[in-house]
T-cell receptor, first 110, second 119 residues
């Protein structure tokens, strides 16, 4: 059983729309959750992290965490063509290791 | 900001040769460094965890004699792919976790990655 699961996509949204990305995890004891963006051929860059249940907003990005449902999501508002990338959900274990999902590829249509 | 420098960015080598990849934290001391491998269209897979001054911890299925890791200082870790073969061709990425400061010790900062092609 995979530890972190994401829909692989591709998720295609028109420019200016909201892109909604989902992630579920299996380790109920997980405490920290991260969203990374990875452009083709590049390494991941951190978008947001969240530790507590609820929403966390940073600019056009909102992360949502529901530990009871073992679910974390990322909303991208006012999507731009530059947001086209693969988005990786990562979950941190107690030994600081990150487990990554397979990633969701997002394409923003101009 | 936290910068992790990884070098080289791209390597093309012949089968049987060894390749060394360096990972440096430029503006912070890294308690722990991590090495990942990413094959095309796949996610990052953790290969090993490296703590300064101690032996690296390898994930299941990763050959420690093939992927030699040295973490000689709090700012430098190296990965050596020994006797590389075409199946070792991949995108290798390091990350570093700060020991203190930078607001959130939980965050891993990633290097730019090294694309290894073994002919």
């Amino acid at each position: 059983q995979k530890e972190v699961e994401q829909n692989s996509g591709p998720l295609s949204v028109p420019e200016g729309a909201i892109a909604s990305l989902n992630c579920t995890y299996s380790d109920r004891g997980s405490q920290s959750f991260f969203w990374y963006r990875q452009y083709s051929g590049k390494s991941p860059e951190l978008i947001m992290f969240i530790y507590s249940n609820g929403d966390k907003e940073d600019g056009r990005f909102t992360a949502q965490l529901n530990k009871a449902s073992q679910y974390v999501s990322l909303l991208i508002r006012d999507s731009q063509p530059s947001d086209s990338a693969t988005y990786l959900c990562a979950v941190r274990s107690n030994d600081y290791k990150l487990s990554f999902g397979a990633g969701t590829t997002v394409t923003v249509r101009a | 900001g936290a910068v992790v420098s990884q070098h080289p960015s791209r390597v093309i080598c012949k089968s049987g040769t060894s390749v060394k990849i360096e990972c440096r934290s430029l503006d912070f001391q890294a308690t722990t460094m991590f090495w990942y491998r990413q094959f095309p269209k796949q996610s990052l897979m953790l290969m090993a965890t490296s703590n300064e001054g101690s032996k690296a911890t390898y994930e299941q299925g990763v050959e420690k004699d093939k992927f030699l890791i040295n973490h000689a200082s709090l700012t430098l870790s190296t990965l050596t792919v020994t006797s590389a073969h075409p199946e070792d061709s991949s995108f290798y990425i390091c990350s570093a976790r700060p020991g203190q400061g930078l607001g959130a010790k939980n965050i891993q900062y990633f290097g730019a990655g090294t694309r290894l092609s073994v002919l």
